[in-house]
């Protein structure tokens, strides 16, 4: 067998020898350093009770999407993938499905960080394609009982020092908790306030959302007065329990000011189920900028995710449920869109706004700019669909001629996959290297200041711009 290009130390660095042997170096200052990771979706009870992984297919193919959907594309139903529906197959033929397909991956993301794993965590030693569907099978099972092969061993083994997870505004974070006080338990686990059903009025949930948020959280207060109040309470909660950010997956970026009383009247609309669709996304927007107003006054940070169409196609959505592969970006506006809430908030003391995005167009003509005047707003790192090598590439040039390095968030690995942790980070750094060896090469940046500003841009601004 040959061995496996993901243990190739070169990979994703230049090909032209002179600027490789500058990202290489530059590399090395990085390679090494703790993983931060402040926004993730991995759930902090497998942390807390050290949770066996299932079996090779549960862990690695039917909860990923980026998977799914492209074997999908190509032929095969998501049932056969384990996504759900009336007979589930055994594991070890989801698995010889997802190998049949390996060849499809070459060239993504997703074919890079499987790669990355299936050497470095799972040591097959070979490329996936060149071993039996089964024999990578059964050498993965294996590894999963070893009693090494646990969360809280391999939270070590990868370096993580900090990771946040995502989670509902009613949750108790008990596992956190539980985390915190564990003293035998040396990273930190941190949770995250994600209200998206409960600010959007078109959530199937909403409604009912509203009636536990307010009788656990309202104060006694009844209404929008009870909603808005359990809604900072159960904020207060999550920073008491270690939250520092409050994340936002919104369709559109949108924040709008309304007075109070229109507020009022539009949520009571909703509460009859009266609403129109042009109620709801004026009661969203003001609810972000109220989100915005609350971020100033408790401190967590703002992060907004907009611009995916989710469930983008129905009968699957009927069939497997959200999160199963059809989600479509679409292009966003921000600037007219944030700035209800820049014009009271963007130049607020310790006023924290990471923007994120799926349209790369408004990297150079939105984003950088906005981040390159306010003191609230930073560049959320390419994510999702953007989180590749090239598209990584290509968000560093398009928004540091404006924006410089300092207004970056560093990088988001926002995964379910707690194995792919590390292959995403180690990715991220290649890319970091990669483009500063390109500007030192071409004398636009000192080798000297790109070594800073490389760790910098690893360590320091994730931990700066989450207030770590």
């Not at 409604?207 to 009788?215: F, G, M, P, T």
């Not at 944030?338 to 994120?356: C, E, S, W």
Request: glycine fraction near 6%.
């Amino acid at each position: 067998m040959s061995q496996s290009i993901a243990a190739n130390p070169d990979r994703l660095l230049p090909a032209d020898p002179g600027t490789r042997s500058i990202a290489r170096d530059l590399l090395a200052r990085v390679q090494d350093l703790p993983i931060i990771s402040p926004h993730g979706h991995v759930d902090a009870a497998v942390i807390e009770n050290n949770t066996p992984f299932p079996d090779p297919a549960a862990l690695l193919v039917s909860p990923d999407h980026y998977v799914t959907r492209l074997i999908h594309a190509n032929g095969a139903s998501l049932d056969k993938l384990g996504a759900g529906g009336p007979t589930a197959p055994e594991s070890r033929e989801i698995w010889r499905t997802f190998v049949a397909a390996w060849p499809l991956f070459e060239g993504t993301a997703s074919g890079y960080w499987l790669r990355n794993q299936f050497d470095s965590v799972f040591n097959l030693g070979a490329d996936l394609g060149e071993m039996s569907a089964d024999a990578s099978y059964d050498a993965i099972a294996a590894k999963l009982v070893e009693p090494g092969f646990r969360p809280r061993q391999l939270f070590k083994d990868f370096n993580i020092e900090v990771l946040a997870t995502t989670d509902d505004p009613l949750d108790n974070l008990a596992s956190h908790e539980a985390i915190a006080e564990d003293a035998t338990f040396n990273g930190r686990v941190l949770p995250t306030f994600r209200p998206d059903a409960y600010l959007n009025i078109a959530h199937p949930t909403w409604s009912a959302n509203v009636d536990r948020l307010i009788e656990t959280a309202g104060d006694g207060a009844n209404g929008y007065a009870g909603y808005i109040t359990a809604l900072e309470n159960r904020r207060r909660y999550f920073v008491e329990h270690g939250a520092v950010s409050a994340d936002h997956g919104v369709a559109t970026p949108a924040t709008l000011k309304l007075d109070r009383a229109e507020a009022e009247r539009i949520f009571e609309l909703a509460r009859a189920g009266k609403a129109t669709a042009g109620d709801r996304n004026t009661f969203e927007a003001h609810m972000m900028y109220q989100m915005g107003r609350m971020s100033v006054e408790d401190g967590l940070v703002m992060t907004i995710h907009p611009g995916s169409f989710r469930n983008h196609h129905t009968p699957t959505f009927e069939a497997f449920g959200a999160d199963t592969g059809h989600d479509i970006p679409f292009a966003t506006n921000y600037t007219a869109a944030i700035r209800p809430l820049l014009q009271d908030f963007g130049t607020a003391k310790d006023f924290h706004l990471v923007l994120f995005t799926l349209d790369e167009t408004v990297f150079s003509r939105e984003l950088a700019p906005l981040a390159g005047f306010y003191p609230s707003v930073y560049l959320g790192a390419p994510w999702w669909f953007l989180d590749a090598p090239d598209a990584m590439l290509r968000f560093r040039s398009a928004v540091t001629e404006t924006a410089g390095f300092s207004r970056s968030s560093g990088f988001i690995d926002d995964t379910r996959a707690f194995c792919s942790i590390p292959a995403r980070h180690d990715a991220s750094r290649r890319i970091e290297a990669s483009f500063l060896a390109r500007l030192v090469a071409e004398h636009r940046v000192s080798e000297d200041r790109a070594h800073e500003i490389i760790v910098d841009t690893v360590d320091s601004s994730p931990r700066r711009v989450f207030k770590l």
